[in-house]
């Protein structure tokens, strides 16, 4: 998997669930962007060291006004290097999110002039819109999106965690 799925390969209704961390290689891609080199100091993370891992899950649904859809759900955790905004000092920050997208056709959205909605109510809840094209679902860019929307662009390290 290089973070795209064809909807074809997703039965309706039936979860198709995942387990992904680092060893994945466009996980460790996600992590390798998320970790900001450090430029001062030397800090050994071996205590604990940056990860990265998602567990949810996708499901195709068949929707009456929008066709085919894709629901993707699931925890998203990360812990990875950051620098102080206060220091300049390499440490380690954490995210945990929820993810809660959903995947329509670019056809539909045209077809239902979507083109400026970022979520989409749909099955009775809340998720954030995103388009297939050519039956392709681009997971890596929609992880990307959440991590680096959520993150901490200012940093401080705690006092004590030197």
Not at 118 to 134: E, M, N, P, R, S
Not at 136 to 161: A, H, M, T
């Amino acid at each position: 998997m290089n973070g795209q799925l064809h909807i074809g390969k997703l039965k309706y209704d039936n979860p198709e669930l995942m387990s992904l961390d680092q060893a994945t290689g466009w996980m460790k891609d996600l992590l390798d962007e998320l970790n900001e080199p450090i430029t001062t100091g030397s800090v050994l993370f071996s205590q604990s060291p940056p990860f990265i891992k998602f567990k949810g899950e996708a499901i195709k649904k068949q929707n009456p006004k929008y066709g085919d859809i894709v629901f993707f759900t699931g925890e998203l955790n990360s812990r990875f290097i950051a620098n102080c905004a206060k220091s300049g000092e390499p440490m380690l920050d954490e995210i945990d999110l929820e993810v809660a997208a959903v995947f329509i056709s670019e056809d539909s959205r045209d077809k239902n002039t979507l083109n400026d909605e970022v979520d989409l109510f749909v099955d009775g809840a809340d998720y954030d819109l995103y388009f297939y094209t050519l039956q392709k679902i681009d997971f890596c860019s929609v992880l990307r999106e959440y991590i680096f929307l959520n993150k901490n662009p200012y940093p401080i390290q705690k006092e004590g965690n030197s």
